[in-house]
């Protein structure tokens, strides 16, 4: 059996740390192309959307509770282990687009 698990965004509290992380990098931005460079991140990240979102789990058929549970806790820890990835290559494209940006300028 084979099924996809969608797992919840991670808390608010990672979310706005990523989201001061951005807006630090972008404060000397004018608003406008503020929009534009914000804009690009989130192409890029919805671009690795499903790869961060889900995945595909196969559980043997005959499999007890506790061997699910221990997929189900392996799956998680892949799931904070990708999330980390994300905010990684979200901090690293803002810093790209802010420099491709002066480099413009």
Excluded: C
């Excluded at 192409?43 to 595909?56: C, L, N, P, R």
């Amino acid at each position: 059996m084979s099924e996809i698990i969608l797992f919840p965004v991670p808390d608010r509290q990672q979310k706005s740390e990523l989201d001061a992380v951005i807006d630090d990098a972008l404060k000397a931005i004018p608003k406008n192309d503020r929009e534009k460079l914000r804009f690009e991140l989130i192409k890029t990240i919805d671009g690795f959307d499903t790869f961060f979102t889900e995945w595909s789990l196969s559980l043997p058929e005959d499999s007890d509770e506790t061997l699910r549970k221990q997929i189900y806790d392996i799956a998680h820890q892949e799931h904070d282990r990708k999330m980390r990835m994300l905010k990684e290559i979200m901090r690293l494209k803002i810093k790209v687009l802010v420099a491709e940006y002066r480099q413009r300028k």
